[in-house]
């Protein structure tokens, strides 16, 4: 399955979609082969436009490294444009790498990949696309998608011609540069070796051969899909576990310690918290569940459903408990929100579990005071169904804990950012109303600070 790499490059590079994947993944092969000229691009003109702002402090994402590599690489061998049929035409190979959502309507709403952006981004390739061009789907995709794509491909002017690979992404948010610039492993699916050498070839600049894993296209794309379903499957079994403790006396850290000593199950993917978010775990499993209901295999579908099923739980169960110690009531209390993404270290909110979490008190008509380091307004807005505003069922954004913290009730702990790791806990407590309480869904807080300022703590997993 491994490869040693000596084809021929190819000289020019287009990415079709200029976002979380796109952008960091093409900022990296520019970087690290600067005999490749990249271009990205898309149609949305305000994005292109971020990635091109002199200011690298502006990129449209926000992950920790990217501005230097774009800093070293942009204008000289890695460009942003929204001239998409002129950069395919230019290219010999062209990545798809636009979104992937679940489908809102239609046949497998709720479930299904909606693929109107790859089918579109495709049949753009297919016209202006010249002579042979590798085609390559970065996106996270159902198992055969590729088929459809060399339907589409294939349905082009004579003189054209292609080849289509399976190359899944596995950055996480956060670390994308990290992941992208020492990835576990590259995945390459296809069927006609030479084009798998030729992508082999770019990852080889920087990547050993033994991490670069040749499959079929098949296993490629499930590959993907199925990496996704066991790490939130983790997620969610440990945050079972965490309720579980909190029922019993037990203390999932400790749990989760002892569990992942076992070199068998492993120490990583194992911090309880609010559930899991972002744009892909969920998407990917409900994928996952409509294909197994698709090939009939509902046992294997309703084993997964499960995973996102505890997941939803885990969070109205959060906004339920912080209610509960409130003496059964959130109405016009105040309630300090600190983090909004979906993980650290990014500015993505897609899915994120503070979203549930915060709906649920609005209904309740808690104010909710939210304070992330990287999270707009208007995101927080557009998430939330409402603008900020005052009064019962109200949010605000605020620069600070302790703003948030002013006449507050309680504080909840949704994002693990490092800034929320070490607070003057006994600042905090003096402008809270009193009882005060830490809901640290996180488990990162300094308890015993809190405890010693006179806050109630409540950690996650803590009997
Ligand atoms: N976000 C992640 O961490 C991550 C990691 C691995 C894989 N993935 C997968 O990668 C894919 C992209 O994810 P993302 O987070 O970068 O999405 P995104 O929404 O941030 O970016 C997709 C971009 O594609 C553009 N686009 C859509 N159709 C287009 C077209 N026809 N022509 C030109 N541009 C077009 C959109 O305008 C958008 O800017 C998805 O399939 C996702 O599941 C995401
Ligand atoms: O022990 C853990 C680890 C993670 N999380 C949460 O799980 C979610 C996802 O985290 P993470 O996987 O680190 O970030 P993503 O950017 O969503 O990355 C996942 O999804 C990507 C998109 O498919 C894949 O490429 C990555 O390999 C996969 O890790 C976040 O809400 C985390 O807070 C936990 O609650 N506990």
Not at 156 to 168: E, I, Q
Not at 295 to 307: D, I, K, P, S
Not at 419 to 440: G, H, N, S, T
Request: proline share 4%; charged share 20%.
């Amino acid at each position: 399955m491994t490869t040693a790499v000596s084809a021929p490059l190819p000289q020019r590079i287009c990415c079709i979609g200029a976002g979380y994947v796109g952008g960091p993944t093409m900022a990296v092969i520019a970087d690290r082969c600067p005999a490749i000229t990249v271009t990205v691009v898309d149609l949305n003109a305000a994005r292109i436009a971020a990635w091109n702002d002199p200011d690298l402090s502006r990129l449209p994402v926000y992950e920790p490294g990217l501005d230097q590599v774009v800093g070293r690489c942009r204008g000289r061998n890695l460009f942003f444009s929204t001239a998409v049929e002129e950069a395919i035409a230019a290219a010999d190979m062209v990545f798809l790498s636009v979104n992937t959502p679940t489908k809102t309507r239609g046949l497998g709403a709720g479930q299904a990949s909606d693929l109107k952006w790859v089918e579109a981004s495709a049949r753009t390739v297919a016209k202006a696309a010249q002579g042979h061009t590798i085609v390559v789907e970065k996106s996270t995709l159902p198992v055969r998608t590729a088929e459809a794509v060399k339907a589409i491909l294939g349905a082009g002017v004579a003189g054209k011609s292609f080849s289509v690979l399976s190359n899944p992404e596995f950055l996480a948010e956060g670390t994308a540069i990290g992941d992208l610039e020492h990835p576990d492993r590259v995945l390459i699916g296809g069927d006609d070796p030479a084009a798998i050498d030729v992508l082999a070839a770019v990852y080889a600049h920087w990547v050993s051969p033994e991490r670069i894993l040749r499959t079929n296209l098949w296993s490629s794309e499930l590959s993907k899909l199925t990496a996704n379903a066991f790490l939130a499957q983790r997620i969610s079994s440990i945050n079972g576990i965490a309720a579980f403790c909190e029922a019993t006396g037990a203390d999932v850290r400790e749990v989760a310690r002892a569990i992942g000593a076992d070199s068998r199950i492993g120490p990583k993917f194992l911090q309880a918290g609010p559930g899991f978010g972002g744009s892909c775990f969920q998407k990917d499993i409900l994928n996952l569940v409509y294909l197994c209901r698709h090939y009939g295999l509902e046992e294997v579908a309703a084993y997964w459903e499960q995973v996102v099923r505890l997941n939803t739980w885990q969070q109205h169960r959060i906004a339920r408990l912080v209610v509960t110690r409130l003496f059964g009531t959130v109405t016009g209390k105040r309630l300090a929100i600190l983090g909004f993404a979906f993980k650290a270290d990014t500015n993505d909110t897609r899915e994120s579990p503070a979203i549930r979490i915060a709906r649920d008190l609005l209904e309740e008509g808690a104010q909710l005071m939210i304070v992330d380091p990287k999270v707009s307004e208007r995101q927080i807005g557009l998430d939330l169904g409402q603008p900020a505003g005052e009064g019962e069922g109200s949010w605000r954004l605020v620069a600070s804990v302790e703003a948030a913290a002013l006449g507050a009730d309680a504080l909840l702990l949704l994002t693990e950012w490092e800034q929320f790791a070490a607070l003057d806990w006994m600042a905090i407590a003096a402008v809270m109303r009193q009882p005060a309480w830490l809901f640290d869904a996180r488990g990162r807080a300094d308890e015993a600070a809190a405890r010693a300022a006179g806050l109630n703590v409540w950690r996650i997993g803590q009997g």
